[in-house]
């Protein structure tokens, strides 16, 4: 990359810090004392006088509670994907607009990275297709993550997605959408309503990802994650699962009893895998059952 274009990009970066730390509503001095650094060196990444090495990128979403790629200026526009009419039916104008504002590929379309991803993505569809369902959930999720390459607790569900080629955008919606998911052959793409808590996105990525991979669409809209059955109820249990592997949770609990209607003794297994207080009330029930 051109240095010319490469400070472009460090300025984009240290604007998108600044406001993201300004709508935590934390100074620098707290940021700074989140990620391990002084006032002083935060003042330097948000003016850009000093660049940000990846990692410590990483822990600054973090500590603001924003993907990674909120931190990261927007590819430049490519291929704007057509959406049908029928897929958009029904949603209120502002969310009809914000869907197809957001399903635009990056020039390129993602490079080589992205096309290995898909061939992955395209293996864990066919494993479906061929009774791979018939062993569970649980064994899905499991090559999901042997595929994608990630592991531990939290997972990062973010770099699964991606690790299977999917492209990934977050932006502010209109009410009346969280999340939206357009694949073909040689693409995929999530949007994701920024507006929305940090564990409400990532459960709408996964079960946007679940979509992916159980079900043949072109476009799938979600306008929220209602209990039920058919292909939401299998896109609900998907992202459950792939967050809260129901099995590890059993072993970590190690026989303890857990109080799953207690919102008190919830919460600390919530934030641990970064889930809504519901979505870990439902795991710790379904852990209890083991």
Not at 87 to 101: C, I
Not at 174 to 182: D, H, I, K, M, S
């Amino acid at each position: 990359m051109p240095k010319a274009d490469l400070d472009r990009l460090y300025v984009q970066i240290a604007g998108l810090i600044r406001a993201r730390r300004e709508d935590a509503g934390l100074t620098q001095e707290e940021l700074g004392r989140r990620v391990g650094l002084t006032r002083g060196s935060i003042t330097n990444l948000e003016s850009a006088r000093q660049r940000v090495q990846l990692d410590k990128l990483f822990e600054i979403a973090e500590a603001l509670g924003v993907p990674l790629a909120a931190l990261l200026p927007a590819p430049a526009e490519g291929e704007r994907l057509e959406i049908p009419g029928e897929a958009l039916r029904g949603l209120p104008a502002g969310a009809r607009e914000w869907v197809q504002e957001m399903m635009v590929l990056p020039a390129g379309g993602g490079g080589p990275v992205v096309v290995a991803g898909l061939e992955k993505l395209k293996k864990l569809r066919d494993y479906v297709a061929g009774g791979g369902l018939e062993t569970g959930i649980p064994n899905l999720c499991t090559e999901v993550r042997v595929l994608s390459g990630v592991s531990g607790t939290p997972i990062p569900v973010e770099q699964a997605a991606q690790g299977l080629g999917i492209l990934i955008r977050y932006g502010p919606a209109a009410p009346g959408v969280e999340v939206a998911l357009y694949q073909a052959n040689t693409s995929a793409l999530i949007a994701v309503n920024s507006l929305r808590p940090a564990a409400r996105q990532r459960f709408a990525l996964a079960h946007s990802l679940g979509h992916a991979i159980l079900h043949d669409r072109v476009v799938t809209i979600d306008t929220g994650f209602p209990d039920s059955e058919g292909d939401e109820g299998a896109a609900n249990a998907f992202a459950a699962e792939l967050l809260v592997p129901v099995e590890g949770l059993w072993q970590e609990l190690g026989g303890k009893a857990v109080d799953y209607e207690d919102d008190e003794e919830v919460r600390p297994w919530a934030e641990k895998y970064k889930v809504s207080a519901r979505v870990m009330a439902g795991r710790l029930a379904a852990a209890a059952r083991l």
